[in-house]
């Protein structure tokens, strides 16, 4: 499983990246989403080990439930992840990319 700090500092090297990069290059698809950095942890943390329980979510990016909750709604509304209940169990709520979120990511990843 991909550790929160192993998250948080992709996204440190991927805004270091950000800021040397000409336009047109893999990191803007970020930015033209404009992107908070806990939105970027989210579609990160989904990338290497999504779906998640959005308990789990909410660990991995070091925020609360609640404010996960934000986050995905976010992610939802620009159509990069989705949610839904857990087979078996529909009182946990699942979070994963779509395809757009999970083409997104792998823009991002493939250049680190």
């Known amino acids: 499983m991909f550790m929160q700090r192993d998250v948080a500092e992709l996204m440190r ?13 893999a990191f803007s698809a970020l930015a033209e989403y404009e992107l908070t950095h806990s939105q970027g942890q989210a ?8 779906p998640l329980p959005i308990s789990t979510l909410a660990e991995q990016v070091g925020c609360s ?3 996960c909750t934000g986050i995905v709604d ?3 509304e620009l159509k990069l992840a989705r949610r839904g209940p857990k087979p078996g169990d529909r009182r946990v709520v699942m979070v ?6 999970a083409k997104l990511a792998g823009k991002a990843v493939a250049v680190i």
């Open 13 to 25: 090297l991927m805004q270091a990246l950000r800021r040397r990069r000409p336009p047109g290059h």
């Open 43 to 50: 579609l990160l943390s989904l990338q290497f080990d999504g």
């Open 65 to 67: 439930v609640s404010a």
């Open 74 to 76: 976010r992610l939802e």
């Open 96 to 101: 994963e990319l779509s395809p757009k979120g």
